[in-house]
């Protein structure tokens, strides 16, 4: 059976240390001046155009929708300036890089990510994993606004990349927060929690993934796990 992965990026495979939040907060500023109201909100497993538009709430969403190419310039400009801190800083979790490799032979992998789509081939390049997945294959952060809403759109561009459609269980969802496992069940998907980031796996149990790990350093279980 054809497999398609979808992977979270942030606190599942790698974190940033920061670099990444800090450099969306002065994009968010930059864009639209010092004066704006700028709303505190979370941004684990939300969207980057989720987030920018919790963090501008004075601001219509047509409006935000309009102006996202400006918030996604700036951000993945700022980043760019700060390369060097992000390799620095940026750091896999255990096990990742021989989980994806590992997988490669059984099914195909991309990304689905509440990153704008140049933000996670940049986090992705600094941390040497864009070999193992197919960035043309993933949704991003600036495909929608709603998560849900990115599986059908991976299994779509999945679907013409390799001339196979992906559906229901055939599509697997891994990620660290409830906004992943709630997003994969909505779509029928197979959901794999991990608990590397936030949220605590009592947190993670409750929203009721298929499988719940606390973290990927165990190949062989993690395979399992994925593969069900």
Request: hydrophobic share 50%.
């Amino acid at each position: 059976m054809e497999r398609l992965i979808l992977w979270d990026v942030d606190g599942t495979l790698l974190s940033t240390a920061g670099v990444a939040a800090e450099a969306m907060r002065a994009a968010i500023r930059e864009v639209v001046g010092s004066t704006a109201p700028l709303a505190r909100t979370t941004y684990a497993g939300k969207t980057d155009w989720q987030i920018i538009r919790e963090s501008l709430p004075t601001l219509a969403p047509t409006e935000i929708s309009a102006r996202l190419h400006e918030f996604a310039a700036a951000y993945l400009a700022r980043l760019e300036a700060q390369r060097e801190a992000l390799v620095a800083r940026s750091q896999l979790f255990p096990g990742v890089a021989a989980i994806l490799a590992a997988l490669g032979g059984a099914a195909r992998q991309a990304p689905l990510t509440g990153n704008l789509a140049a933000v996670a081939r940049l986090k992705l390049e600094c941390v040497g994993l864009l070999p193992f997945l197919d960035l043309a294959a993933g949704a991003y952060g600036d495909d929608h606004h709603h998560r849900p809403a990115l599986v059908p759109i991976a299994a779509a561009r999945a679907a013409q990349r390799y001339g196979h459609s992906f559906t229901g269980r055939q599509v697997i969802v891994v990620g660290d927060t409830p906004y992943d496992i709630d997003c994969g069940r909505a779509n029928g998907a197979r959901t794999v929690a991990v608990a590397t980031g936030p949220y605590s796996l009592a947190e993670l149990q409750a929203h009721g993934p298929d499988v719940l790990l606390p973290d990927l350093a165990d190949t062989a279980a993690t395979m399992a796990a994925v593969l069900g």
